[in-house]
């Protein structure tokens, strides 16, 4: 179908209302690309999977599986990191970008696919905006826009009968954000298919996502459940109803108007005037939508419904703008075949959308973005797993260049904490500005001090313990709060510090310090962290609490089983019953 001069301006028109709504919301996303004051989760998440500071297992067990998101924004900021010598600038406009680009192909398709995407497209402008409300929690997470991208495109490509572009769409989405499969519901609505058939197609897109996220976090050796929502590691936490309890009360206070009429407005407004046997497969889609974030998400969070916001805007376009006359005559109800070949499928009809005539674009553009973030996310999966992988031939090369990126990280944050500090201290700044800066001076002086503690492990790994302690004492001065360390790695460098045979590298106080927090944070129920703190008691001559701790580890590894650390305890203790200190001329690899 060729368009005519009208369509065209249309378009021209709508596209440049898309960019102009993308850009403002890529102005109002870049200030909480650091995040808000005491949560900087925003950043933590977006850089969770760089090969420079990989930390996807740090990350809560539901959010492993959205690898195509995670990675992606993990490859960018790599690039960042690799080209940019000023961080908050360059870091919060990348940020921004990401999500404005989703949102732009988001209303794209809704101009190619729809003759009404202009009242759709402000409708989506106004829903996504809920999310800047203080009570969401100001939350931009990297999968949540391209998730209604996909979940959008499945729906659109059912409408049009087009099964596998809307399979192609329904398995590229699941690894952005796993709530894309309830669009595998569809399946059940397709006519003309055996109900075995159905069933078949259906198991087929989970088994998908199931074994493809499995296999992905076991190379990038990552641990998480097939279906971790809650964070469930079984089908008992799988069960549990704290989030479902949550959410009913939410819906019971204040805050529950905001979820009511969330999505600006249209959540509630389809569930009310969304039934038409037409829309039936939708609704469906969109009360088995609600029943999963009822269970599993937190409702004060409003973009998880998000989602359902393009697909809810088009069934209230379609009741809007084609009612059903008032004086229209009842239609006669077909007389029912006594024995039908076939059961009548509530199907939805193809011509009930007003779909432009270049419709056939957006099956291309389904595939197309398939493909290219599969191909984006087997990039940097790929990246990311050569740094990963087994140990082999090549592993002394591999550790040295993660050190390398470790300590071009280090600089980058470096840089980006002196030029927010730089800029607070400069006059005529503004409120805003100044909250910003001073999240940013937290944001990067953490990321500083966690990169340093990292390289500090590393140096010890490598038996370089002046480099190490170096690093550490760097990570110290940045949070001297020990908390912000694992026990792990407080109880390796108290280690270091209270053992050390080179006398200028030890530091019996600190020692005590860093060791005590181990144990505090392990309840003193760990027998190897007790016995370092028996070594910094008697590196600081207090040997009565020495001989105390070191009974008090041998007891404990007796009664864990841990003999490995039993004849080493026994052995520290005859030296404190006699006054001495313990030496280590070599420290062994943590």
Request: aromatic share 12%; glycine share 6%.
């Amino acid at each position: 179908m060729t368009l005519g001069n009208t369509s065209r301006q249309r378009i021209i028109i709508e596209l440049v209302l898309a960019v102009f709504l993308s850009a403002i919301f890529f102005s109002c996303v870049r200030d909480y690309a650091i995040g808000t004051p005491g949560n900087s989760t925003n950043a933590w998440v977006f850089k969770s999977c760089c090969s420079y500071d990989f930390e996807l297992d740090h990350l809560y067990d539901v959010w492993k599986g959205r690898l195509s998101a995670l990675l992606l924004t993990g490859g960018l900021f790599d690039f960042i990191v690799h080209h940019a010598s000023a961080g908050l600038g360059v870091y919060s406009g990348v940020f921004a970008f990401y999500q404005a680009l989703w949102l732009f192909l988001l209303m794209l398709t809704m101009i190619l696919a729809l003759r009404h995407s202009l009242l759709i497209n402000l409708g989506i402008f106004a829903g996504v905006m809920y999310a800047f409300i203080p009570a969401s929690g100001l939350y931009f997470y990297p999968w949540d826009l391209p998730a209604t991208l996909f979940f959008t495109l499945a729906v659109l490509l059912f409408q049009q009968r087009r099964w596998p572009a809307m399979v192609a769409a329904i398995c590229a989405g699941c690894f952005f954000k796993e709530t894309v499969l309830v669009c595998a519901l569809l399946v059940f609505f397709i006519g003309g298919l055996a109900w075995w058939r159905r069933l078949l197609v259906f198991a087929g897109i989970a088994l998908f996502y199931l074994l493809g996220k499995k296999l992905l976090l076991a190379g990038l050796h990552v641990t998480a459940a097939a279906l971790s929502m809650n964070d469930a590691t079984n089908l008992h936490d799988l069960a549990k109803t704290g989030v479902l309890d949550e959410n009913l009360n939410t819906l019971l206070t204040a805050n529950g108007l905001y979820v009511v009429f969330c999505n600006a407005g249209s959540l509630i407004a389809v569930l009310l005037f969304g039934w038409r046997r037409r829309f039936l497969p939708y609704m469906v889609l969109i009360l088995a939508f609600m029943a999963g974030q009822a269970m599993f998400g937190a409702f004060l969070e409003f973009r998880i419904f998000m989602q359902i916001l393009p697909l809810s805007l088009i069934i209230l376009t379609e009741r809007l703008l084609s009612p059903r006359p008032a004086n229209a005559a009842k239609p006669v109800k077909p007389a029912k075949p006594v024995k039908p070949a076939r059961p009548v499928r509530p199907l939805p009809e193809p011509e009930s959308w007003a779909v432009r005539g270049s419709f056939s674009v957006v099956p291309r553009l389904a595939l197309a973005l398939a493909c290219l973030t599969a191909a984006a996310t087997l990039g940097c999966y790929a990246m990311i797993f050569k740094d990963l992988g087994p140990a082999d031939s090549g592993q002394v090369p591999a550790r040295r260049t993660a050190m390398l990126k470790l300590e071009t990280l280090s600089t980058w944050f470096q840089n980006g904490r002196q030029d927010a500090e730089r800029r607070l201290a400069a006059p005529r700044n503004t409120p805003a500005e100044t909250v910003q800066l001073t999240i940013a001076d937290y944001w990067f002086g953490h990321c500083y001090a966690s990169v340093e503690r990292k390289l500090a492990d590393a140096f010890l790994s490598h038996g370089q313990v002046a480099d190490s302690l170096a690093h550490f004492q760097v990570a110290m001065s940045l949070f001297p709060d020990t908390v912000t360390n694992s026990a792990a790695e407080n109880n390796n460098f108290a280690w270091v510090l209270a053992t050390t045979a080179d006398a200028g590298l030890r530091n019996g106080s600190e020692a005590v310090l860093l060791a005590e927090m181990a144990c505090s944070q392990k309840n003193y129920q760990d027998p190897k962290i007790v016995d370092t703190l028996a070594a910094a008691y008697a590196e600081t001559g207090r040997f009565d609490d020495a001989r105390a701790m070191a009974q008090k580890a041998a007891a404990l590894a007796q009664q864990s089983g841990r003999t490995d650390l039993t004849a080493g305890i026994d052995l520290r203790l005859k030296l404190y019953e006699s006054g001495r200190r313990y030496r280590e001329a070599l420290v062994p690899i943590p």
